[in-house]
């Protein structure tokens, strides 16, 4: 299978597979997709989704959410970890959002980049899931999978984002690295990963993963 035919081979199924595609963190605007965002790093989605609900009642947009303190938000967002770094983060690019964009989130990524706590990653997703512009957010999953598929080298995620959007057409990026975290999840995860059921890496994945899958598998003599 040449490098192509694994490429369509994976477009074909992860479309069969999920024509449409939920995206994973509730949110209703570009804003409050941010601060999920933003909240998600180091945690699950699951856990981001129960917590959104209480902050958002308190503050859905910038304005609100200066009215409450740093340490306000830092109670309600404790449960998904690195609270401290998280509600600074919050608190500062909500005021960054009043004193230099009118409220909105920008729509550039150079200026989500400069905004506190904000990365490329949270970028990419706010760019791609908020404003419709392409743009391939590389999360564990992503990384995991473009590795077993040897579709990737998977050094750093810089470099599997930089192969994913080589490889993949720009205007299937935006539902595609949703379409393989779903798969990800569902069928190709790092624990109690069961190669029979992981269609994608069966068909095409990197031998050398598919050995080491089979030898774990083995039982000891």
Same mark, same amino acid.
């Given at each position: =299978?040449?490098?192509?035919?694994?490429?369509?081979?994976?477009?074909?199924?992860?479309?069969?597979?999920?024509?449409?595609?939920?995206?994973?963190?509730?949110? *209703?605007?570009?804003?409050?997709?941010?601060?999920?965002?933003?909240?998600?790093?180091?945690?699950?989605?699951?856990?981001?989704?129960?917590?959104?609900?209480?902050?958002?009642?308190? %503050?859905?947009?910038?304005?609100?959410?200066?009215?409450?303190?740093?340490?306000?938000?830092?109670? &309600?967002?404790?449960?998904?970890?690195?609270?401290?770094?998280?509600?600074?983060?919050?608190?500062?690019?909500?005021?960054?959002?009043?004193?230099?964009?009118?409220?909105?989130?920008?729509?550039?990524?150079?200026?989500?980049?400069?905004?506190? %706590?904000?990365?490329?990653?949270?970028?990419?997703?706010? =760019?791609?899931?908020?404003?419709?512009?392409?743009?391939?957010?590389?999360?564990?999953?992503?990384?995991?999978? =473009?590795?077993?598929?040897?579709?990737?080298?998977?050094?750093?995620?810089?470099?599997?984002?930089?192969? %994913?959007?080589?490889?993949?057409?720009?205007?299937?990026?935006?539902?595609?690295?949703?379409?393989?975290?779903?798969?990800?999840?569902?069928?190709?995860?790092?624990?109690?990963?069961?190669?029979?059921?992981? &269609?994608?890496?069966?068909?095409?994945?990197?031998?050398?993963?598919?050995?080491?899958?089979?030898? *774990? *598998?083995?039982? %000891?003599?």
């Amino acid at each position: =299978m040449t490098k192509q035919e694994k490429v369509d081979f994976t477009i074909t199924t992860l479309q069969e597979l999920y024509p449409t595609i939920p995206i994973p963190l509730d949110h *209703k605007d570009p804003y409050t997709l941010l601060i999920a965002v933003l909240l998600s790093a180091q945690s699950t989605d699951v856990r981001v989704n129960q917590i959104t609900p209480l902050l958002f009642e308190r %503050a859905d947009n910038p304005y609100a959410m200066i009215r409450l303190s740093v340490e306000e938000i830092r109670e &309600i967002i404790k449960p998904v970890g690195l609270s401290p770094m998280k509600s600074k983060g919050i608190y500062e690019l909500s005021h960054i959002l009043i004193n230099e964009h009118n409220g909105e989130v920008p729509q550039s990524f150079e200026a989500l980049e400069a905004l506190p %706590a904000v990365g490329h990653k949270t970028a990419s997703v706010v =760019m791609s899931q908020a404003f419709g512009i392409p743009a391939f957010p590389v999360d564990t999953h992503i990384h995991r999978l =473009m590795y077993r598929w040897g579709l990737s080298t998977g050094k750093n995620v810089i470099q599997t984002e930089n192969d %994913a959007k080589r490889l993949f057409p720009e205007a299937l990026w935006n539902e595609l690295h949703l379409q393989i975290i779903w798969y990800g999840r569902e069928y190709s995860p790092a624990r109690g990963w069961d190669l029979e059921k992981d &269609i994608i890496t069966k068909t095409i994945g990197r031998k050398s993963v598919i050995n080491d899958y089979y030898k *774990k *598998k083995k039982p %000891a003599r």
